[in-house]
Every structure is written in structure tokens, then in C-alpha cells.
């Protein structure tokens, strides 16, 4: 594991990386964070993070203090400002970009400048970030494709495990959904409806249809569609022999025509279609 020491650390990646979709332009450990001034912003996306002490940003006329454990990104050109308040501030930094990281950021909901605070006892971001700076700093292999997929996979535990602003995380939304969605994963299909969920949940509607878009991006309802729809194909793969009348009713579904037309909805195929292409497929 990296220390954390007096001495700056920063690790510059050359051109050739900055053709990939997604890849890391610096990473660093500022031991004594300074002054910055950028009116203009930064030309790269900008992750910049508290290990220690403590500093005040300032962007979109809105400043707010930067402790252990918290941190900003910054989307680029996004005019911005930081200081140290104590004595000492120290921060890793990562800047990246490449021609899928806005698509990326915009799949996860993040393509927006925001504080974020970490939130899981289990994991630390300047952890993540120290292991991917001693890559680095020691390995000369760490470069490209991996230094790309460590970026990827910091972004995703970002997105998991921290609170944007004053919204909860992904996994505390997953946390207050648990006993519900292991309900409908054991119940899909049975006869139960939105009705029988909410039951389930004991909270009203609206508030279990916003969790379950804030953690899925979808409502309970679809959310179960989407579990029969998963039972229907391991049904069909292991039962290649099986009526589709049979397979809709062990799924879930009411009807036949009903889970046909909404396989075809979901999958852009038919049931059949769906079978025949995995006949000789490896069973998942």
C-alpha cells in the first residue's frame, strides 16, 4: 500500500493512451495542497479528493469545505477554485477524458461538476486511488488498456458507494430495497402485482417507485417483468422441449401471448427466436 508522505507524487501518461476510449491523463498525491485559481477550468474531467485536513472550493457560486473522505468532480472547462483551510490539506487528484468518458458519465448520472462524500466503512476512494498511483509510479505495464480499466472500475465504485451532494448512494438505495427485491426474486412467478410488492415493502408507492428508479432506473413493476423475463430464458434453455404456454406460466406470466409480446418488447425477439439462437449455446 502506498504511504502517504511528505513528498508530492504525480504520474503524467503520454499520448498514446489518449486515443482510447476512456483513459487517465495525470494521477497524483499533493502532500501540501496549494492555492488554485482556474476561471476557466480544466480542459480534462477532474476528480479531486481529501486524504487529509481540510479545504474550501468554490465553483458555480457555491463553496463548501472538502474533509476526509470527500471529494469533487469536475466536469471540463468548469470554472472553479480551492484552498487549503488547515495547516495541512492533502488530496489525490485524477484527471482523464477520451471519447466515451462523457457517454460513460452520463450512463452512470454523473456527468455533472458535484461534491460526492464516501459512504462504505469496507471501502476508501484514496485507498483505490493509492493503489492505482503505485501502479503508476512503479509498474511500467500500468498503461493503456489497464490503466483504462482502472479508471472504468473507479468510476463505477464512485457511483456505488458515495453520495452525491445530499443524495444517498447506490448502495444505500440497494441497502433499503434488499428484503423487497429478494421477495421478488422468489416470488416473479407467482401470481403478485404491484399491489402484493408494496405490500411487501411497507412504504407507499410513490416512495418505492422513486428508490427503485434511483437504484435501477426503472419502476418495481418493470423490475419484476424484468426478473420473469430472466426465468423465461433459463426455463427455455433447460427445457428446450418445453411448450411456450407451459414456460409463460412457470415464468409468471398470465398468457401466452401476453409473455410473447412482451419478450419481443424487452429482448427485440420472440421467445422462439430467443431459443432456437441458444439451442446450442453453453447453459449460463
Given at each position: ?214 437504484a435501477f432506473g426503472m419502476s418495481p413493476y418493470s423490475y419484476l417483468i424484468q426478473l420473469r423475463i430472466r426465468k423465461a430464458k433459463k426455463i427455455m434453455v433447460t427445457n428446450p422441449g418445453m411448450a411456450l404456454k407451459e414456460v409463460s406460466i412457470l415464468a409468471g406470466f398470465n398468457d401466452v401471448s401476453h409473455f410473447v409480446a412482451t419478450f419481443r418488447k424487452k429482448e427485440g425477439m420472440t421467445p422462439a427466436k430467443y431459443r432456437e439462437l441458444h439451442l446450442s449455446a453453453p447453459l449460463e
Open positions: 500500500m502506498l504511504k502517504w508522505d511528505d513528498e508530492n507524487i504525480r504520474c503524467v501518461f503520454n499520448s498514446v493512451e489518449r486515443t482510447l476510449p476512456l483513459y487517465i491523463e495525470t494521477i497524483g498525491y499533493s502532500a501540501w495542497e496549494r492555492i488554485f485559481v482556474r476561471p476557466d477550468g480544466y480542459p480534462c474531467y477532474h476528480w479531486l479528493h481529501t486524504l487529509e485536513g481540510e479545504g474550501s472550493f468554490e465553483m458555480a457560486q457555491e463553496r463548501f469545505s472538502l474533509t476526509a473522505g470527500k471529494g469533487v468532480l469536475l466536469t471540463p472547462f468548469t470554472p472553479h477554485s480551492y484552498y487549503p483551510v488547515s495547516d495541512r490539506w492533502s488530496t489525490v487528484y485524477i484527471t482523464f477524458g477520451g471519447t466515451a468518458a462523457g457517454a460513460i458519465l452520463d450512463a452512470l448520472d454523473m456527468n455533472t461538476s458535484a461534491k460526492y462524500t464516501e459512504v462504505s466503512e469496507q471501502l476508501s476512494f484514496s485507498n483505490v486511488i493509492g493503489e492505482m498511483l503505485l501502479k503508476a509510479d512503479q509498474d511500467v505495464e500500468f498503461s493503456g488498456l489497464e490503466s483504462s480499466t482502472e479508471l472504468y472500475h473507479f468510476l463505477m465504485l464512485l457511483r456505488k458507494y458515495s453520495m452525491r451532494g445530499d443524495q444517498p448512494s447506490l448502495s444505500q438505495y440497494y441497502e433499503k430495497l434488499r428484503p423487497v427485491v429478494q421477495w421478488m426474486e422468489n416470488n416473479c412467478s407467482a401470481n403478485v402485482g404491484l399491489p402484493e410488492i408494496v405490500d411487501q415493502a411497507h412504504m407507499s408507492v410513490s416512495y418505492l417507485n422513486e428508490l427503485f428508479r434511483d
